[in-house]
């Protein structure tokens, strides 16, 4: 019995030839009528910006530490070992882009034979082929491995109506695939990095417990507004890194505030976000998902958010003035007028119902008084990224340079622009 590899691969945009990566991979193995003989699925770290986070459901933070294709690539044959063809939807798209990928390791993927089970079904999209066959789609589009067993059972449905394919796929030799490096390798799904993501950062465990409990407070305000102050300023991107830490943790030692007064500085800092969320009634996407984010970098779980929004409401129904400083719509904070900034990344925050394209992040930045430039250079005063892990040159090129990173839902607050 022959086997069948479906496959499908989620990208960081649609061209392999301008320097595009995979960034997600799967294949099923199939028997010729459709059963699973096994299945293969991982992230992977493109090592440059992840793209249209709106399409594959992907972030930054969820394939950063995911391995490179050159780890995976091996497991990725042995995978296929045995197959006589490749089969997916618009194979043509996938079988390009693993082709790019293998001819960066400096060896060639074989053409093989492929089949397209867009061209079988007659056209259309993977999830309209499969309705039309009485194919159930179980989770989202865009995944890898879910539009990979999609595309298994459309083609085994196919292939029961089509005899002659299915005899010339019997008399098909298994393809001979190259010989390339193996690596120890750990795959990576969409849900483990998830997990792995949702536990406490190392920083915050560190924090937590050096910053002994039974320290004596020091009594001076100034203390806890120092440390707010730079807080404040390490999350301005929403990532918290090495030296961020560091800092973090040693000044909280030296300026003596006990871990549990740090815990409650971490509360106090994150309802003074979600009074600013609330502030017009209601919280946005873009809000919601920057609450998340902060939540987790401070060590608060989703529950102690949930108690903190409602604190939040209380205060507005209350009108009482919350301590952190808003900004009037239209107004931009001081220290950015004039200021040099450049963006990297596709935006998810929405002005006016429409997502914030660059071309609209350029008008909205220039008419707060702030120069917009294109290219990262020492000269650069602002780095403004979609996704605060971003691997993208600029990113990469701020970070070496020492450029202050500002992440946008932040930067869009800055200049006292509305998003949703």
Same mark, same amino acid.
């Given at each position: 019995?022959?086997?069948?590899?479906?496959?499908?691969?989620?990208?960081?945009?649609?061209?392999?030839?301008?320097?595009?990566?995979?960034?997600?991979?799967?294949?099923?193995?199939?028997?010729?009528?459709?059963?699973?003989?096994?299945?293969?699925?991982?992230?992977?770290?493109? &090592?440059?910006?992840?793209?249209?986070?709106?399409?594959?459901?992907?972030?930054?933070?969820?394939?950063?530490?995911?391995?490179?294709?050159?780890?995976?690539?091996?497991?990725? @044959?042995?995978?296929?070992?045995?197959?006589?063809?490749?089969?997916?939807?618009?194979?043509?798209?996938? +079988?390009?882009? @693993?082709?790019?990928?293998?001819?960066?390791?400096?060896?060639?993927?074989?053409?093989?034979?492929?089949?397209? !089970?867009?061209?079988?079904?007659?056209?259309?999209?993977?999830?309209?082929?499969?309705?039309?066959?009485?194919?159930?789609?179980?989770?989202?589009?865009?995944? $890898?491995?879910?539009?990979?067993?999609?595309?298994?059972?459309?083609?085994?449905?196919?292939?029961?109506?089509?005899?002659? &394919?299915?005899? /010339?796929?019997?008399?098909?030799?298994?393809?001979?695939?190259?010989?390339?490096?193996?690596?120890?390798?750990?795959?990576?799904?969409?849900? &483990?990095?998830?997990?792995?993501?949702?536990?406490?950062?190392?920083?915050?465990? /560190?924090?937590?417990?050096?910053?002994?409990?039974?320290?004596?407070?020091?009594?001076?305000?100034?203390?806890?507004?120092?440390?707010?102050?730079? @807080?404040?300023?390490? #999350?301005?991107?929403?990532?918290?890194?090495?030296?961020?830490?560091?800092?973090?943790?040693?000044?909280?030692?030296?300026?003596?505030?006990?871990?549990?007064?740090?815990?409650?500085? +971490?509360?106090?800092?994150?309802?003074?976000?979600?009074?600013?969320?609330?502030?017009?009634?209601?919280?946005?996407?873009?809000?919601?998902?920057?609450?998340?984010?902060?939540?987790? #970098?401070?060590?608060?779980?989703? /529950?102690? @958010?949930?108690?903190?929004?409602?604190?939040?409401?209380?205060?507005? #129904?209350?009108?009482?003035?919350?301590?952190?400083? !808003?900004? &009037?719509?239209? !107004?931009?904070?001081?220290?950015?007028?004039?200021?040099?900034?450049?963006?990297?990344?596709?935006?998810?925050?929405? +002005?006016?119902?429409?997502?914030?394209?660059?071309?609209?992040?350029?008008?909205?930045?220039?008419?707060?008084?702030?120069?917009?430039?294109?290219?990262?250079?020492?000269?650069?005063?602002?780095?403004?990224? $979609?996704?605060?892990?971003?691997?993208?040159?600029?990113?990469?090129?701020?970070?070496?340079?020492?450029?202050?990173?500002?992440?946008?839902?932040?930067?869009?607050?800055?200049?006292?622009?509305?998003?949703?």
């Amino acid at each position: 019995m022959p086997y069948l590899a479906g496959i499908d691969v989620e990208t960081t945009g649609l061209n392999p030839y301008r320097h595009d990566r995979v960034i997600e991979l799967a294949a099923l193995i199939t028997g010729l009528n459709g059963e699973t003989i096994r299945e293969f699925v991982t992230l992977i770290n493109p &090592e440059r910006d992840i793209g249209p986070t709106s399409i594959h459901g992907l972030t930054q933070s969820d394939i950063i530490l995911a391995p490179r294709f050159a780890e995976i690539a091996g497991p990725f @044959l042995d995978m296929l070992d045995g197959c006589v063809l490749l089969a997916g939807h618009n194979i043509r798209f996938d +079988h390009s882009f @693993l082709s790019a990928e293998f001819e960066r390791l400096g060896s060639t993927l074989p053409n093989g034979t492929t089949m397209c !089970t867009m061209t079988l079904a007659g056209g259309g999209a993977l999830s309209s082929c499969c309705d039309d066959y009485g194919i159930s789609f179980d989770g989202n589009k865009h995944a $890898a491995l879910n539009d990979a067993r999609a595309a298994a059972k459309l083609l085994a449905s196919v292939l029961r109506d089509a005899p002659r &394919e299915s005899s /010339k796929i019997m008399n098909l030799s298994p393809i001979t695939w190259p010989t390339i490096p193996r690596y120890p390798v750990r795959l990576l799904t969409r849900d &483990e990095s998830r997990e792995r993501q949702s536990e406490p950062q190392t920083y915050l465990q /560190k924090l937590f417990t050096r910053a002994s409990n039974a320290l004596v407070p020091n009594s001076d305000d100034s203390v806890t507004l120092s440390y707010t102050a730079l @807080l404040d300023r390490a #999350l301005e991107d929403r990532y918290i890194n090495d030296t961020e830490a560091i800092s973090l943790l040693e000044l909280a030692s030296r300026w003596g505030i006990p871990g549990n007064i740090i815990q409650e500085l +971490h509360q106090k800092y994150l309802l003074q976000l979600a009074v600013v969320a609330l502030g017009d009634g209601v919280i946005s996407d873009s809000e919601r998902h920057d609450l998340h984010r902060v939540a987790y #970098l401070l060590g608060l779980s989703s /529950k102690e @958010l949930d108690g903190i929004l409602e604190q939040a409401s209380r205060i507005l #129904l209350q009108q009482i003035t919350p301590t952190q400083r !808003t900004r &009037e719509p239209n !107004t931009t904070d001081r220290q950015l007028l004039g200021a040099q900034v450049c963006f990297t990344g596709e935006f998810q925050c929405r +002005h006016s119902g429409q997502t914030i394209t660059r071309e609209k992040a350029t008008e909205l930045a220039s008419s707060r008084g702030l120069n917009v430039v294109e290219s990262v250079t020492k000269k650069l005063d602002l780095l403004v990224v $979609a996704d605060p892990l971003s691997q993208s040159g600029k990113a990469k090129k701020a970070r070496k340079y020492g450029i202050r990173i500002m992440q946008e839902t932040v930067f869009w607050n800055a200049l006292g622009i509305e998003t949703e």
